[in-house]
């Protein structure tokens, strides 16, 4: 960096906080988002530099392998594990610590490596004496303690043989610990500069954080910048984060490894603004016409110039970047043509790769997304799948499903192939895992879109996306996603069943939940209503109340099916109802047939026999004129409704009577609404409604005096007699009881 240029320097408490924060080899490493958190259809396309810096650069890794090698060849994630354990010992602690390190070279008899690991502890346990992550804060004669120990291990002599390196870093952090920034640099120049060495990375990154305060910035910048380390970046050069910033640094070297971080960070800024184009707000007071749209213009007129001077090594990098900046202003011709000419320049494999990336998105956004178009892509969208889950090729997958291709294929009804799209989300993770009997998150699929889509469809068109689902592919993109085995078979049965019940095909159901095991279903989320509710309890009379406390991690093991079983009750109680010719007798097995629908529905306390989650919510408030639909059509109500009429024709008084409460009860065509307004919910009363009727009949009912207690002491029927005093509270004239 040979231009003078201010910096915005992070202030000296907080990155030698930053510094101690990563102390040891032992954070985890893998690649970070490029800003603090962003919903998952907004990541980022352009990508340039190789470690996006959220969760620092990564390098501990070398470290980490050289502890796992040496414990044993344990895994990465156990000796990251054990090295974070470290942190936590105190001086006293290390004689009896059975750390899977320590105890590895108490074994061998190592005395280098024990002797080693012991100062390691002791300099952990000062440091963090000193920069407490807790409320636990040291006292004087702790902080004197700790500013010893650090004193100490910041004069070991330097040593020879296979942890000399590491020695020379502990000695170095404890006199960054201490402030003492010229002794680290020394220590530092005057090292063995090894790249392959383990602790090189961390040694290199601290050297840079003691050239900030000796005033060596621009050298403390190059570092970070080569490191990937943007959190140190993102403070240092805070007024170079704009065109003026490229601009100067171009000037200075064309080829500095700065630029792709300015680049990138230029880029992301500017989708960041048109992916939140509906907070006209946020657009409003950054005067998005006047700064970004300008700002892009001008970046682009740059970047052709660069380009054509072929001074800088990165060429696929500012081409990729003209690509980006016209696909976001919406001219996608050019972006396209952009993007294609990038594909042949010249660049890292990261910025060659950006560019094929990119060219996946300006391509379909130019050609329009089709079924041609995507079997075009599917070497880029097969490369992509193939990504870790985190890593960024997969999250450009994300973006295109969620942001792109689900609209389209909703907007053309392809409803199967959305499913397919949104299925693939979360697949191997939980569907694999459910099916293996290793441990899922049942929330993960029960509460996921995908499955909210599903259920959504009729058991007929689920049956077919079933069959959709697993024939063969008639385009190569579907072929990506199709399964290539029945691994989500139980799934698709209990939810199949699940359907078929909530439509009241009862017999259909039943092979469906035979082929379902008993751990699956204790497996589920809905294992806990499960254990607590029964269907044949009248819900009208009794709430099944489930203690919402109860340990998430209860393991349940059921009997019996209680779908499988529900259906069975039905059909026998419907064969016995259509086999009586007694009048009587068809009026009592119809009330119990109500119990058990109204129970199964939406309304009803086993609500986990026809679906898989209710809401909480009863009334949409801002419909003044519908309330929720999660009542309207339900069949378990109508059906439950059809079997309470029969019910309320018996001469049977009791029976009468609980049929005429229960058709209160039963909330389909509801009797009224809650409308929030002022602060406050008002009730409005739905008088057309059949609810409203059938309370109105209660209330008539109980105002004759001859109501069981049930009725009388009904809180929500006295509410509504107050409310419709002059219908409800006086019985009619010529009619003593209703039942006559």
Known sequence: LSTPKTFNVIPPHVMKKSIVLSLLLLLSFGVGWSCVFY???????????????????????????????????????????????????????????????????????????????????????????????????????????????LQRLSALPLKS??????????RARSAFALDRYAEVAKLWESSTKDATASWSPIFRNLYAGALVRLGRREEAVRIYAEQGDVQSLRYLVYQLRNLAGIRAEYAADPNS??????????????????????????????????????????????????????????????????????YYAGRHAEADRAAEAALSLSGTPLMRTNARDVRVFTYLAQRGITDATLDAVVPDLRRWKQDGKEGHSNRLLTRLIKQDLLPVLSKAHRRFDELLLLRADFYDSTFVNMDAGRPYDANEIYGSDYFDTLYALSADSMK?????????????????????????????????????????????????????????????????????????????????????????????????????????????????????????????????????????????????????????????????????????????????LRY???????????????????????????AYKEVYENDTFRRVYRKQSRQFKAYMDLARWRATGQASAFVTHCDILTRFARDNYRQAVRPPRKQADIFN
């Open 257 to 326: 490894p700065l630029l792709p971080y300015l680049v990138e960070d230029l880029v992301t800024n500017v989708q960041e603004t048109y992916d939140n184009a509906d907070d006209h707000t946020y657009l409003k007071e950054i005067d998005r016409a006047g700064v970004v749209e300008r700002e892009q213009r001008d970046f682009i007129a740059f970047a052709q110039k660069v380009v054509a001077e072929k001074r800088s090594h990165s060429l696929a990098m500012w081409q990729s970047a003209i690509a980006m900046l016209h």
């Open 464 to 640: 077919a996306y079933y069959n959709y689902l697993h024939a063969p592919a008639q385009h190569e993109w579907q072929r990506l996603w199709k399964p290539t085995t029945h691994f989500d078979k139980e799934f698709y049965n209990d939810v199949m069943g699940t359907k078929l019940l909530s439509e009241c095909r009862f017999e259909e159901a039943i092979p469906y939940f035979k082929q379902t095991s008993l751990d699956f279903i204790s497996s589920q989320n809905i294992a806990p209503y499960v254990a607590a509710r029964d269907y044949k309890v009248e819900r009208w009379l009794k709430h099944q109340p489930v203690d919402e406390d109860e340990d998430p991690e209860a393991e349940y093991a059921f009997q019996e099916d209680v779908k499988l079983k529900f259906c069975q009750n039905i059909l026998s109680l419907q064969s016995q109802f259509n086999s009586t010719s007694d009048a009587a007798k068809r009026q009592r097995i119809a009330y119990r047939l109500a119990t058990y629908l109204a129970q199964a529905s939406a309304a009803g306390d086993c609500w986990f026999l026809s679906r898989y989650g209710v809401g909480s919510s009863l009334w949409t408030w801002e419909d003044r004129d519908m309330p929720d639909d999660r009542f309207v059509g339900d069949p378990l109500q109508q059906l439950s």
């Open 161 to 170: 043989g296979k942890w000399s390196g590491e020695y020379r870093l502990l």
């Open 39 to 149: 919903p998952v259809t907004n990541y980022y396309i352009y990508k340039v530099v190789p470690d996006d810096g959220a969760s620092g650069p990564s390098l501990y890794e070398g470290s980490i392998r050289k502890w796992a090698d040496y414990s044993g060849g344990i895994s990465l994630a156990d000796a990251d594990a054990a090295l974070t354990e470290l942190t936590l010992l105190s001086p006293e602690d290390f004689a009896q610590s059975k750390n899977i390190i320590i105890h590895t070279a108490r074994q061998r008899g190592d005395v280098p490596t024990i002797a080693y690991l012991r100062d390691l502890v002791d300099y952990l346990y000062a440091s963090k004496t000193l920069h407490p992550h807790d409320w636990a804060y040291p006292t004087k004669q702790d902080v004197a303690s700790a500013r010893k120990i």
């Open 644 to 670: 309470l009429n029969l019910a309320l024709a018996s001469s049977d008084r009791d029976l009468r009577e609980r049929a005429l409460y229960a058709m209160a009860w039963l909330p389909m065509d509801p």
